[in-house]
């Protein structure tokens, strides 16, 4: 399977190009191996973004992982590199412009 366009860091140019094949490319280039856990939260951003057209931001990640009964650590744990550079990316958001990795 070809992987969709990505910008020069790794992001989706169409967020609308995103499959849970894609998902998979792209965890397997930042190293990580996709459990339940993560599909949880790939599958919350990518939600959050069809419902409201935007990505969610690090706040709204932090109620939704309180929500779930997980500690803002899980999230680091999960993506140890961070929301935007993991989590956003292998969810298939483009790169934000100015968000911190909170």
Known sequence: MDKCPTDEFGYLVHPEDWTEDIALLLA??????????????????????????VTPSSRDIKVFMKKSGESRNRLFELFPYGYVQQTCKIAGMKKPRAWSTG
């Open 28 to 53: 397997a280039e930042e190293e990580i191996e996709l459990t339940e856990d993560h599909w949880k939260i790939l599958h919350f951003v990518r939600d959050w973004y069809a419902q409201k057209n």
